[in-house]
């Protein structure tokens, strides 16, 4: 009864809780599978950053429960952020759910999971509903583990926990509380565990990472908590490549922006969420940064790093986006010539701000300026990867590539993935590939001999 399979719903955040509840069960003598139908517990991580997400998951989990008519000790659990947000809610679609365990309680799943199958086994009545959705004062320290089963070339490290920043939309600061963050030492000696075993690339993790340990640790020579932490992760030997995200254009200063020209190890790829172009939208969503700040943090970071690879977050329809806002926003969309870009149509989160404001924009007109927005993207996306034609790029070299025989699938420092021929020990590699295929979406490439 112990074979568990956590689905993960979301955010890279998401995936590393995944991986650090995943990491306590293990401790605890619990076996992971891969096959949910291997499985004997599944785990639903959740998203709720939009309807949709919490919708799937829903459906998921009501799929899965049908599985008790056959199994009276198989367990369904809903974990993270729609646990958090709807806690008991969940019931009343859900009954027959084992175990509800919002974001502060992961480190309390396999307790809770030890204790339904004690009572199942003990052949009584199956046991009601866990539900532990409360606040944890340092449950930030608790995601710290990492599976270690497999040679990783890349590892995401949570460095912080929370947002402060209240922006209209979103959901975020309900379901993972306000912001709080690690102590350095800790973050440094994970990363340390992480490079003995082989990592070479760490992603720093935060709902705005750089405003990390703002409140809990000082400045120093004018360099903020989270540039201090990114020097001190430099120093870390075996660590080649340091990535992070997400930033917030709010806290973007000079600092950070200088890091890129002293600091090797950091990529020359930056997610910064710009949501919208229109100064009028900016305010209505909170978002304390105008079009014209935004475009000078870009403009700064491009003269660091001419090659700055650089990809973004933007909400269409949000309510009352007029026409003139929205091109706008294609406007500066077009013209900061982002590389990649999540583009989301707005959606309701009930409990913010802004799912009672008036104007709600009309599902077409979303789609529209969705579609317009991926126009745009597209055109970037196709030109970068052209650019990078019959250069030498430097592969980390991550897992087998999802379909081809000895395909094995690398990013490039501006975090772009390139297929190539390859052998299994290269896994966790630096490779030097060329590239000779680019499409839109992907780039093919064959090793350079001898640069490995
Ligand atoms: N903390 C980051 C920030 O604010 O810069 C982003 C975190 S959020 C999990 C990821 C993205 O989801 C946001 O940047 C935003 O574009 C999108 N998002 C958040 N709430 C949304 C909503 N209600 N509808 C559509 N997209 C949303």
């Known amino acids: 009864m112990n074979r568990v399979h956590i689905k993960t719903y979301g955010c890279q955040m998401n995936e590393r809780d995944s991986e650090a509840v995943g990491a306590m069960l293990r401790k605890r003598g619990y076996s992971l599978v891969d096959n949910e139908q291997d499985a004997d517990i599944v785990l639903l991580n959740t998203c709720s950053v939009r309807d949709q997400a919490e919708q799937k998951a829903i459906g998921k989990a009501g799929h899965l429960n049908k599985r008790k008519r056959r199994n009276q000790k198989f367990i369904v659990g809903i974990m993270g952020c729609m646990a958090q947000n709807r806690g008991q809610d969940l019931l009343d679609s859900l009954p027959d759910l084992d175990l509800i365990v919002g974001t502060q309680k992961f480190h309390q799943i396999p307790d809770h999971l030890d204790n339904i199958i004690h009572t199942l086994q003990a052949q009584g009545p199956r046991p009601s509903t ?13 995601i710290r583990n990492h599976l270690s089963d497999q040679k990783k070339a890349s590892a995401f490290v949570s ?17 993972r509380g306000a912001e709080r963050a690690r102590p350095m030492e800790a973050i440094l000696e994970e990363v340390q565990e992480l490079a003995a075993e082989g990592v070479k690339e760490v992603t720093l993790l935060g709902q705005t990472v750089n405003s990390y340990g703002l409140r809990e640790f000082p400045f120093k020579d004018g360099k903020s908590p989270f540039v201090q932490l990114l020097e001190a992760i430099h120093e870390i030997s075996g660590i080649e490549r340091i990535r992070f995200t997400s930033p917030h254009p ?3 200063k000079q600092d950070l922006i200088e890091a890129y020209t002293y600091l090797p190890k950091l990529c020359p790829y930056i997610h910064l969420p710009l949501q919208s172009g229109s100064d009028r939208i900016l305010k209505l969503m909170r978002r304390p ?5 935004y475009t000078q943090i870009v403009e700064k970071l491009r003269q660091a790093v001419p090659d700055m690879y650089l990809s973004t977050d933007i909400i269409v329809g949000f309510p009352g986006e007029t026409d003139e806002d929205f091109e706008e926003t294609r406007v500066l969309f077009d013209a900061l010539r982002f590389d ?7 959606s309701i989160r009930s409990g913010t701000p802004a799912a009672t404001m008036p104007d709600q924009v009309p599902q077409e007109v979303k789609e529209r300026r969705n579609q317009a927005l991926l126009d745009i993207l597209e055109k970037h996306s196709l030109a970068r990867n052209q650019s990078l034609l019959g250069t030498v790029q430097e592969i980390l070299v991550e897992a087998p590539a999802k379909r081809g025989e000895n395909l094995y699938m690398g990013r490039n420092p501006g975090n772009r993935k390139v297929i190539f021929t390859a052998t299994e020990r290269l896994v966790g590699e630096l490779v030097r590939v060329r590239i000779t295929e680019a499409t839109v979406s992907s780039l093919k490439g064959e090793l350079v001999l001898g640069g490995v």
């Open 130 to 142: 866990v539900i532990d959705i409360e606040e944890e004062k340092d449950s930030q320290n608790t």
């Open 159 to 175: 460095i912080m926990q929370g947002c402060n920043m209240h922006c209209t939309f979103c959901i975020v600061p309900t379901t």
């Open 250 to 252: 709010k806290g973007f």
């Open 289 to 293: 940064y105008t079009a014209k700040s």
């Open 340 to 346: 990649m870009a999540y583009i989301f149509k707005y």
